[in-house]
């Protein structure tokens, strides 16, 4: 009974610590004049929508916004659909030099996209692609990340179902649309959920390749919100609401999956 007591407790208070820069954040945002000199507060006096009216006369926050979730989702599909098809490749396939070309592919991981910027940067030149929405695109068309997960959770799909399945007629392909892909839907949703998140909350690189207003982002957008001497503390954190929203639904929504697929990878 105490140790339930002390898990409630210690859960309880994690997610007081986690909440309470978004509950910030909100109070902030409906505050009259909002600053952040006086500390957090939950507590507003008239609270009032005006930041929210100023931010969307500051900004075409829904083209932003648009622009957003398309590249957040384009991005996200590609994610799965390149890094299952090379998970299975990694999982099932038999090649020479494919444990070599897996850890080349993980080393990866370790490299900072700060470090590919400017090459990056360079071949979108190269290729006349600055200032599109492909060159915002393009370099998160793939994940090692997600390639590593997915993997996991091929491997972990028992075997003998391939071999029945190619008993009965069926090709690498159909082995890998009917079989694995259904049984690894939840690590599916957890790589689509980092891949969102990653990319709707990217700002380095478009920061880099993109100079047309139309073609801006959240991140770039709010970004334009901080003056240089002076800062309408009540508009930034009502676009970072905005901004956090549309992520925390898509969180909400697919909480178990997430939670099962990290179970199944056998990730801790």
Same mark, same amino acid.
């Given at each position: 009974?105490?140790?339930?007591?002390?898990?409630?407790?210690?859960?309880?208070?994690?997610?007081?610590?986690?909440?309470?820069?978004?509950?910030?954040?909100?109070?902030?945002?409906?505050?009259?004049?909002?600053?952040?000199?006086?500390?957090?507060?939950?507590?507003?006096?008239?609270?009032?929508?005006?930041?929210?009216?100023?931010?969307?006369?500051?900004?075409?926050?829904?083209?932003?916004?648009?622009?957003?979730?398309?590249?957040?989702?384009?991005?996200?599909?590609?994610?799965?659909?390149?890094?299952?098809?090379?998970?299975?490749?990694?999982?099932?396939?038999?090649?020479?030099?494919?444990?070599?070309?897996?850890?080349?592919?993980?080393?990866?991981?370790?490299?900072?996209?700060?470090? &590919? =910027? $400017?090459?990056?940067?360079? *071949?979108?030149? %190269? @290729?006349? /692609?600055?200032?599109?929405? #492909?060159?915002?695109?393009?370099?998160?068309?793939?994940?090692?990340?997600?390639?590593?997960?997915?993997?996991?959770?091929?491997?972990?799909?028992?075997?003998?179902?391939?071999?029945?399945?190619?008993?009965?007629?069926?090709?690498?392909?159909?082995?890998?649309?009917?079989?694995?892909?259904?049984?690894?839907?939840?690590?599916?949703?957890?790589?689509?959920?980092?891949?969102?998140?990653?990319?709707?909350?990217?700002?380095?690189?478009? &920061? =880099? $390749?993109?100079?047309?207003? *139309?073609?801006? %982002? @959240?991140? /770039?957008?709010?970004?334009? #919100?901080?003056?240089?001497?002076?800062?309408?503390?009540?508009?930034?954190?009502?676009?970072?609401?905005?901004?956090?929203?549309?992520?925390?639904?898509?969180?909400?929504?697919?909480?178990?999956?997430?939670?099962?697929?990290?179970?199944?990878?056998?990730?801790?």
């Amino acid at each position: 009974m105490r140790s339930t007591i002390v898990r409630v407790v210690g859960v309880a208070a994690g997610a007081a610590v986690m909440l309470a820069p978004f509950l910030w954040t909100v109070v902030t945002s409906i505050t009259p004049d909002g600053s952040l000199a006086g500390g957090p507060t939950l507590i507003v006096e008239d609270p009032t929508l005006a930041a929210y009216r100023e931010l969307l006369d500051a900004l075409p926050m829904w083209r932003i916004a648009f622009n957003s979730f398309w590249i957040a989702a384009a991005s996200t599909l590609f994610q799965l659909v390149t890094g299952s098809m090379a998970a299975y490749g990694f999982a099932r396939l038999a090649f020479r030099g494919k444990g070599l070309v897996f850890g080349l592919y993980l080393a990866t991981l370790m490299v900072p996209m700060q470090v &590919l =910027v $400017v090459p990056l940067f360079i *071949e979108m030149k %190269t @290729l006349n /692609l600055q200032d599109t929405y #492909l060159s915002l695109l393009a370099p998160s068309i793939a994940s090692a990340f997600g390639v590593f997960l997915l993997r996991q959770a091929v491997e972990s799909v028992p075997r003998e179902l391939d071999e029945a399945a190619t008993i009965d007629g069926a090709g690498h392909l159909r082995v890998f649309t009917t079989i694995v892909l259904p049984l690894i839907r939840p690590t599916l949703a957890t790589v689509a959920v980092f891949a969102f998140m990653g990319s709707w909350n990217s700002f380095l690189w478009p &920061l =880099v $390749v993109i100079r047309s207003p *139309e073609l801006m %982002t @959240l991140p /770039l957008g709010l970004s334009t #919100l901080q003056g240089q001497f002076t800062t309408d503390w009540a508009v930034v954190m009502a676009g970072s609401v905005f901004s956090v929203l549309p992520i925390a639904v898509v969180y909400l929504l697919a909480q178990r999956h997430i939670i099962a697929g990290i179970a199944h990878t056998g990730i801790k």
